[in-house]
């Protein structure tokens, strides 16, 4: 179990699936969501590679529209619907499918965009911002926020990077 940092549901506690090795931790989602104040507010959410959907709820805890939550694995699906019904939020799209077929498929547009894919998948990070880029996938002035180890996975410039002991997130918004 891991709580929710921030917002209406702060403090309430949400399951994580078995094979989530290491779900991100209290400290980065709360820096996360520190970085992102005001942008939340009424903002139309994408969490790829969503797992538990922690950054999903978090961003509903905080103010944000609606969140389409992906998520390839059965078991995460069930984990974030059971998720979003203990905690009382409204219903929301989740979808059992990878990231990257998604981002082919879509005809949506969003304000954020969560990416925290298994560190291990480094060659996704590439794959994932070109769909995003190339699809036009974020609104003009929205934010991707990418989750990783390590060095910075992709060849942009970045408008923040934050460190978090082995753990780093950055915020890149389109232009």
Do not use: W
Request: proline fraction near 3%; hydrophobic fraction near 40%; include cysteine.
């Amino acid at each position: 179990m891991i709580r929710i940092g921030g917002g209406k549901l702060r403090g309430k506690k949400i399951e994580v699936p078995s094979y989530l090795e290491v779900p991100t931790k209290e400290v980065v989602r709360l820096a996360m969501m520190n970085a992102l104040q005001g942008e939340l507010l009424n903002a139309k959410v994408l969490d790829l590679c969503a797992g538990s959907g922690a950054l999903g709820i978090e961003s509903l805890s905080r103010g944000a529209k609606e969140v389409t939550f992906i998520e390839k694995e059965e078991e995460g699906v069930r984990t974030i619907l059971k998720n979003l019904v203990s905690c009382r939020l409204s219903p929301q799209k989740v979808l059992k499918m990878d990231a990257e077929t998604f981002c082919q498929k879509v005809e949506e547009q969003f304000n954020l965009i969560f990416f925290d894919p298994p560190y291990k998948e480094r060659e996704l990070y590439s794959r994932i911002y070109s769909l995003i880029a190339n699809r036009s996938l974020l609104v003009n002035g929205g934010l991707f926020i990418l989750e990783y180890e390590g060095n910075f996975p992709l060849s942009v410039s970045i408008k923040k990077e934050y460190s978090h002991g082995r753990t780093k997130f950055a915020i890149i918004r389109k232009e």
